[in-house]
């Protein structure tokens, strides 16, 4: 029996992604993978961390220190706001494919360090 995937919204989790090379700190990245039509959508978080400090089924950071509850602050928020952006998109009868998936990463709000380039480019004599 296949399943109905008419009008399903995206999913999206956070893999430690152990099957790549270690950075030069040692530390393996973290992805987004967002399941769509039965289909997996791997996306970078520009976010990396140490294997000790992952726990892979519940999928969040293990430890209490500054920069690892940074991490899973980021992580938080980018998947609240991804759930939300999305929720509302189909509310207000967007058609949710793959190139909306696509776009919404390439979305500059998305980055924080985009948005920032961005402005100074865009007004470099300007000060923060």
């Known amino acids: ?3 109905n995937i008419e009008n399903e919204l995206p999913k999206i989790r956070v893999k ?3 099957d ?14 967002v399941r769509f039509e039965g289909k997996t959508i791997k ?4 976010l990396y961390i ?15 220190s500054n920069e ?7 992580l938080e928020g980018k998947k609240a706001d991804f759930n939300y952006y999305f ?7 967007g058609q949710i494919n793959r190139i909306v998936i696509d776009d919404y990463f390439e979305d500059m709000r998305f980055d924080d360090f985009l948005l920032l380039k961005f ?6 004599g300007d000060t923060i």
Do not use: H
Not at 87 to 93: E, I, Y
Not at 119 to 124: A, E, M, R
């Open 119 to 124: 402005f100074l480019n865009t007004f470099p």
């Open 20 to 33: 790549k090379p270690l950075n030069a700190e040692g530390k393996y990245t973290l992805n987004y993978m």
């Open 50 to 64: 140490e294997e000790k400090n992952w726990n892979k089924k519940k999928e969040t950071v293990l430890g209490s």
């Open 87 to 93: 929720l509302n998109f189909d509310a207000t009868g």
């Open 43 to 46: 996306k970078p978080t520009g």
């Open 16 to 18: 430690l992604r152990d």
């Open 1 to 3: 029996m296949k399943k």
């Open 68 to 74: 690892l509850l940074r991490i899973q602050g980021i």
